[in-house]
């Protein structure tokens, strides 16, 4: 039997809880993927995976192999590599992780565009907008907007977003004026689905105010959101990243542009590893640089 092999196999199985899965993503078939698994139960003598109709989990023992088989993986990827001198030249495998939107609207063509720099790179591209276990998921980097950030990853600022009221010029031509925040209850509220209905707004001088925002139409997607505020459906607050080529193209006007709110603050994650590959350093060091050149990003302050 090829142990490697097999390893790579359940290990795999475990992250992806599926034979079938895991033998399209190896070109082969189940009975060959279970048949693998199998064998490696039977030279390690105990049972790695709880099997069903639908779905595999590992045994208690399968977990704690799975565990130990990771690393080992991992360190042996990382042998091959220094072998092969891909610690000094971007090749390889690269998985990265972003949400989905900011994914689609800013990040694809950055990866794209690193892709042709390293013609010896290959990358798989994750959008989702869960928090991934990098480890867990064998992904080698992210990017993440805000939220609570993983304490057994390094986290970087890489750009900061301005987040601001805007609405299209139809709802606001059609609509009552909005002069000062006291004025934004009376309009219809875009927001994400399960975001606040109150927000924090800062002005002039200083000067803060929380108003009480109200809508007949919430939405758990951002480029949902970007349509609706294109179509005059309201109005939303929005981060630069989302919005800013709308706004400098006249389609989407800022409303109050003296006030903000907390800008939206993205992060480029990866496990602490002390034999990192180039493509790892490189990606980080390209998306740092390049992310707040993006419309509606800037550098943090």
Do not use: C
Request: avoid cysteine.
């Amino acid at each position: 039997m090829d142990m490697l092999r097999a390893m790579q196999v359940f290990v795999r199985v475990v992250e992806l809880g599926s034979l079938s899965a895991v033998a399209r993503e190896r070109h082969t078939t189940q009975p060959t993927v279970s048949k693998l698994v199998a064998a490696l139960e039977d030279r390690l003598g105990v049972r790695l995976l709880e099997r069903s109709t639908t779905h595999v989990v590992p045994t208690e023992q399968g977990r704690r192999f799975h565990e130990r088989a990771r690393r080992m993986l991992e360190d042996f990827d990382t042998a091959v590599a220094d072998a092969r001198g891909l610690t000094e030249t971007p090749a390889g495998l690269l998985r990265v992780t972003e949400p989905v939107s900011l994914g689609v609207l800013r990040l694809n063509r950055l990866v794209q565009e690193f892709m042709r720099d390293h013609p010896d790179l290959e990358v798989e591209l994750i959008l989702n907008d869960r928090v991934v276990d990098l480890v867990e998921e064998r992904m080698d980097v992210a990017i993440r907007i805000g939220a609570q950030l993983p304490p057994n990853m390094v986290a970087r600022k890489i750009a900061v977003s301005p987040r601001r009221l805007v609405a299209a010029p139809s709802y606001l031509d059609t609509h009552p004026a909005i002069r000062r925040p006291e004025d934004v209850p009376a309009h219809n509220y875009l927001r994400f689905a399960w975001a606040s209905d109150v927000v924090e707004l800062h002005g002039p001088g200083g000067a803060r105010t929380t108003p009480s925002l109200s809508g007949r139409y919430r939405i758990n997607n951002s480029m949902a959101i970007r349509e609706s505020l294109l179509m005059g459906t309201g109005i939303g607050l929005a981060p630069g990243w989302l919005v800013q080529d709308l706004v400098d193209a006249g389609q989407l006007a800022v409303v109050l542009p003296q006030w903000q709110a907390p800008p939206h603050e993205a992060f480029v994650l990866y496990p602490s590893r002390r034999h990192q590959p180039a493509r790892v350093r490189e990606f980080v060091r390209f998306i740092g640089e390049r992310l707040a050149e993006q419309p509606g990003f800037a550098v943090p302050g």
